[in-house]
């Protein structure tokens, strides 16, 4: 665990240095394209069941409610769109990294709601390891906004046909983590990207 949290230090402090003007700009961006926050919190389960707010720019108009959004969602914000599409609006999540919330790489942290969905078995399992900013998953499921844009009941559609999925690759990651496995997420991640 001490490697993998300083193995996220060394890549989290950096990156948030160099990406530092980016996120000055999105802000700018943001703030001026709708009203509201800069950033959108939203509760997640992470380590061993606990509660955090994860940070993501915002993409939608304010006061929306819904916890999962299709790609031609009419409330998403001109500035959400771009973030959106290149995954720009994750990059907040650094900062959970940073404060110990999160790591680069491990299972992606729910809401409390779907995290409710997990048998319990599983549950146990994929809670046993700091959750990420990117997996297995992630990098499967990069167009599930996409996905959802084509149900008549999207977030029926998430619990029933994604998370499951989903939930399978986040227990071959646990089964198989360990630096080199982080390292290759990475790298494949931001060849997706």
Not at 31 to 42: E, N, P
Not at 91 to 100: A, E, K, R, S, W
Not at 128 to 150: K, N, Q
């Given at each position: 665990?001490?490697?993998?949290?300083?193995?996220?230090?060394?890549?989290v402090?950096?990156?948030?240095?160099l990406?530092?003007?980016?996120?000055?700009s999105?802000a700018?961006?943001?703030?001026?394209?709708?009203?509201?926050?800069?950033?959108?919190?939203?509760?997640?389960?992470?380590?061993?069941?606990?509660?955090f707010?994860i940070f993501?720019?915002r993409?939608?108009?304010?006061n929306?409610?819904l916890?999962i959004?299709?790609?031609?969602d009419?409330?998403i914000t001109?500035?959400?769109?771009?973030l959106?599409?290149?995954?720009?609006?994750?990059?907040?999540?650094l900062f959970?990294?940073?404060?110990?919330?999160?790591?680069?790489?491990?299972?992606?942290?729910?809401?409390?709601?779907y995290?409710?969905?997990?048998?319990?078995?599983?549950k146990?399992?994929?809670?046993?390891?700091?959750?990420?900013?990117?997996?297995?998953?992630?990098?499967?499921?990069?167009?599930?906004?996409?996905?959802?844009?084509?149900?008549d009941?999207p977030?029926?559609?998430?619990?029933?046909e994604?998370?499951?999925?989903?939930?399978?690759?986040q227990?071959q990651?646990?089964?198989?983590?360990?630096l080199?496995?982080?390292?290759?997420i990475i790298?494949?991640?931001l060849k997706?990207?």
């Amino acid at each position: 665990m001490r490697v993998k949290r300083g193995f996220d230090l060394c890549c989290v402090i950096p990156a948030i240095i160099l990406l530092s003007p980016l996120l000055l700009s999105l802000a700018i961006w943001i703030k001026l394209d709708s009203q509201g926050s800069i950033f959108f919190l939203q509760t997640r389960v992470g380590q061993g069941g606990r509660l955090f707010k994860i940070f993501k720019f915002r993409t939608m108009h304010a006061n929306t409610g819904l916890k999962i959004t299709a790609t031609t969602d009419k409330r998403i914000t001109r500035a959400g769109m771009f973030l959106r599409r290149y995954k720009l609006d994750e990059l907040p999540q650094l900062f959970n990294v940073l404060i110990g919330d999160m790591s680069l790489v491990g299972p992606r942290p729910e809401v409390p709601d779907y995290v409710a969905h997990y048998p319990e078995a599983v549950k146990a399992e994929v809670l046993s390891v700091p959750c990420g900013i990117t997996d297995y998953a992630s990098i499967a499921f990069r167009h599930e906004g996409e996905l959802l844009a084509t149900s008549d009941n999207p977030e029926k559609t998430y619990i029933q046909e994604i998370l499951p999925i989903k939930l399978a690759y986040q227990q071959q990651y646990v089964r198989e983590r360990s630096l080199w496995v982080d390292i290759k997420i990475i790298l494949q991640t931001l060849k997706v990207l």
